[in-house]
C-alpha cells in the first residue's frame, strides 16, 4: 500500500490532468466563446468631391485590414477581418452616386469565415490612401479609404484641381470674352517696334472655410453644421470679392470634404497668396456666448483664455477630420512649427481690425480688439492670415441668424468691405503677380 506522500502526488498528478483534459474538451467546444468578439460596424459614410473621395467604416473595435487594387476594370478591394457583415456595412452599395468623380459602384459581401471584401468599381485609375484611426471625440474605430487621383506626385495638386493648376496658378486668368491662345509670330518688320502691354497687380485671396467632411465643426442648438455654414458665408465672399478688378480669389475647400490643416497652409504658399482668411462659426460651453471675432497668430501665447480654448478646439481638426500624417514630410514639420513672422503678424493685426470694424456694422462683437492665439492654420509665415469667427453657431439667436441667406450675405459684405479697405491702404504685397495683358 503506498504511503501518504505517495498517494498525495498521485492524486495531484490525477487532478492535474483532469483539469487540463477539461479546458482542452471547453477550448474544442466552443472556440468562439473566449475568442475576442467581432467588431461590429456602426456607421459608414461617403464623401465625395474632386479633390479625393473619402469612404469611411466606424466600427466598435480596431479592424485589420489589406488592400490591392486590380484592372480592366479599375478596382479596388479592401479585406477586413474580425468583422461581421450587417446592414450597415451592406449600404455603402447604396452611398455612391451617379455624380461621384471616381467611384462607379461599391459592394461588401463575405469573402471567407472572419473576412469581410469590400470591391470598389472605380470610374479611372486611382492612388489609394488605407489607414485607421483611433477614437476621438464622438467617432469610434474608424477606418479610412481616400481615393485621390492617379498620377499625383504630390497630394497638395489633387486639392489644386486639376493637374494642370499648380501651373495654371501662377497666370492671371484671361479677360472676360476673350480666349487665351498662344501669340502669333509678329512680320519681321514690326520686330523693331515693342509691344505695349498693360500692366497690373493681381491680387490673390486665399478663402478657407473651415472642417468639412468627417470634421463638422461646431453643432448648433438645432443640429446645425458649422462646416455648411461657413461654406456658404465663403461662397458668397467670394463671388463678391472677384467683382473687385484685378482680384482672383481662391477657396481651400469648395465643398463638403475634409482638408487637412497644413493642407490649407500649403495651398495658400502655392498660390503665393496675398490673404488668407479663415472662416469659421464659434461654439461655447454657455449657450448665451454671442458675438463676432477675429483671430492672428501668436508668437507667444494666447491673448486670452477663450482665444487658447478656441485655438486648441480648431487645431484638433486633423484628429477628428482624419490625417494619415507621414513624419518625412518636412514640409509639414516646416510649417506647423512656431515661426518667427514678426512682419506678417503685424500685417494680420492691421487687416483684423479693419475687419473687426466692419464685422461691428452687422453683428456684436465678442471682443472690441483682435485676438491672438497659436492657430495652426495662420501659420504661414509670408501670407497676412486671419481667422473669423462669425457668430457662435451654439447660441440659438445666432445660429438661426447663421442659416439665413439674407445674413450670410450681409457678413459676407462687411468681409468684403474690410478686405478692400485693406488693399486700398497695404503696401504692394512681395507675393502680387504682374498680369500682362
Not at 113 to 142: I, M, N, W
Not at 176 to 202: C, F, H, I, Q
Amino acid at each position: 500500500m503506498p504511503g501518504k506522500t505517495e498517494q498525495t502526488a498521485t492524486d495531484l498528478s490525477r487532478r492535474h490532468f483532469l483539469d487540463g483534459a477539461a479546458a482542452a474538451l471547453f477550448l474544442a467546444v466552443t472556440p468562439r466563446a473566449l475568442a475576442a468578439p467581432a467588431a461590429s460596424v456602426v456607421a459608414v459614410r461617403l464623401w465625395p468631391s474632386h479633390a479625393y473621395t473619402r469612404i469611411t467604416i466606424e466600427s466598435t473595435a480596431p479592424l485589420t485590414f489589406s488592400h490591392f487594387s486590380l484592372k480592366d476594370p479599375e478596382r479596388l478591394v479592401v479585406d477586413m477581418e474580425g468583422v461581421d457583415l450587417n446592414n450597415t456595412l451592406q449600404s455603402l452599395a447604396t452611398k455612391a452616386g451617379v455624380d461621384d468623380p471616381y467611384i462607379q459602384k461599391m459592394r461588401a459581401a463575405r469573402n471567407k469565415p472572419g473576412v469581410v471584401r469590400l470591391v470598389v468599381d472605380l470610374k479611372s485609375a486611382v492612388t489609394p490612401q488605407v489607414f485607421t484611426l483611433t477614437p476621438v471625440g464622438e467617432y469610434r474605430h474608424r477606418l479610412v479609404v481616400d481615393l485621390y487621383p492617379a498620377g499625383q506626385a504630390d497630394s497638395l495638386l489633387a486639392f489644386l484641381g486639376e493637374k494642370e493648376s499648380a501651373v495654371k496658378a501662377f497666370e492671371p486668368p484671361p479677360e472676360p470674352g476673350k480666349v487665351a491662345s498662344k501669340p502669333e509670330t509678329a512680320p519681321a518688320a514690326d520686330k523693331a517696334e515693342p509691344a505695349k502691354l498693360k500692366v497690373d497687380r493681381l491680387t490673390t485671396i486665399v478663402l478657407d472655410p473651415g472642417h468639412g467632411g468627417e470634421d463638422p465643426g461646431a453643432v448648433g442648438a438645432s443640429g446645425s453644421y458649422e462646416k455648411n455654414v461657413v461654406l456658404a458665408i465663403a461662397r458668397k465672399l467670394k463671388a463678391q470679392l472677384e467683382e473687385m478688378p484685378n482680384v482672383r480669389v481662391i477657396l481651400t475647400r469648395d465643398g463638403d470634404y475634409f482638408v487637412p490643416l497644413h493642407m490649407r497652409v500649403r495651398k495658400a504658399r502655392a498660390v503665393r497668396a496675398d490673404l488668407f482668411v479663415s472662416i469659421h462659426a464659434d461654439a461655447f460651453i454657455r449657450p448665451d456666448a454671442r458675438g463676432s471675432s477675429v483671430f492672428v497668430l501668436s508668437e507667444k501665447g494666447a491673448s486670452s483664455t477663450a482665444a487658447k480654448w478656441l485655438a486648441d478646439n480648431q487645431n484638433k481638426a486633423d484628429l477628428i477630420g482624419g490625417v494619415k500624417f507621414n513624419t518625412k514630410d518636412k514640409y509639414l514639420a516646416h510649417t506647423l512649427m512656431d515661426l518667427t513672422q514678426t512682419a506678417t503678424i503685424n500685417d494680420s493685426l492691421k487687416l483684423g481690425k479693419v475687419m473687426l470694424s466692419e464685422l461691428g456694422g452687422v453683428n456684436r462683437l465678442h471682443k472690441n480688439g483682435v485676438e491672438q492665439a497659436g492657430f495652426a492654420v495662420l501659420k504661414a509665415p509670408d501670407i497676412p492670415s486671419i481667422l473669423i469667427e462669425t457668430a457662435f453657431i451654439s447660441n440659438p439667436q445666432e445660429e438661426k441668424k447663421l442659416l439665413d441667406p439674407a445674413y450670410q450675405q450681409k457678413m459676407a459684405q462687411a468681409l468684403t468691405r474690410g478686405i478692400h479697405k485693406y488693399l486700398a491702404k497695404a503696401p504692394v504685397s512681395n507675393n502680387a503677380r504682374m498680369a500682362m495683358r
